[in-house]
């Protein structure tokens, strides 16, 4: 995998989904809300992509933090699709056909199943990723700002999950700024660390 090819692909898809959740919360179509599970479902699997791609050490002593890095990866890439194409293929369905879903059967409710799923997925799973990516990093000064970005994005992560499970589901948008915007400043850190390298 080209470092270069996933941070621009993780730039676009993230630009991507903020275009159409404006044009889901806009328009309310049901097309741009297909397009909107879509595109989360591909960022699942940007994620696991991305963190592959990090300058993680190969040494034995950091090894461990490399694989739990993949592995709460791979946990959020799983439960985002799984609640997305549920959502996607049983529950809009239902809608469409006229039946009363409960809201906690709702993505995009609180409380329900499919944002508990999701929380865990994009607030516990991806902040573990993000911090153990970090202490994966060999503490180099070309990798200070990449391992503070990934710390910050992670530890947002973590807020978010526990004070939207917690204390206030409003908590939880604390989350998106690690998984969201941390994303996008974390493929421009890279590309730029690309450069340096090459």
């Known amino acids: 995998m080209n470092r270069k090819n ?3 692909l993780g730039i676009t898809l993230c630009f ?4 159409i959740t404006f044009g889901l919360i806009l328009s309310g179509s049901q097309k741009w809300l297909i ?3 879509l595109v989360t479902m591909a960022s699942g699997i ?3 992509m991305l963190v592959l791609v990090l300058p993680l050490s190969k040494t034995e002593k950091m090894k461990s933090y490399k694989i739990m890095a993949i592995i709460f990866a791979a946990a ?3 439960l985002t699709n799984v609640a997305h194409m549920a959502n996607l293929t049983v529950t809009e369905q239902l809608i469409k056909n006229g039946v009363n879903i ?3 059967l709702l993505i995009g409710k609180w409380p329900s199943i499919e944002m508990a799923i999701d929380y865990l997925a994009w607030g516990l799973f991806m902040g573990l990723a993000f911090l153990f990516s970090s202490f994966g990093i060999e503490n180099e000064l070309k990798f200070k700002k990449l391992k503070i970005t990934l710390i910050a994005c992670g530890s947002l992560c973590i807020v978010g999950f526990i004070g939207a499970i917690l204390i206030n589901q409003n908590l939880w948008y604390i989350a998106p700024l690690g998984y969201g915007i941390g994303t996008v400043i974390l493929c421009f850190e ?3 660390l690309n450069k340096q390298v090459n």
Do not use: K
């Open 6 to 8: 996933v941070s621009i």
């Open 16 to 19: 991507t989904y903020f275009i």
């Open 35 to 37: 397009a909107m599970e």
């Open 46 to 48: 940007l994620m696991v």
């Open 76 to 78: 959020c890439m799983v």
């Open 102 to 104: 409960p809201d906690y």
């Open 190 to 192: 890279l590309l730029v």
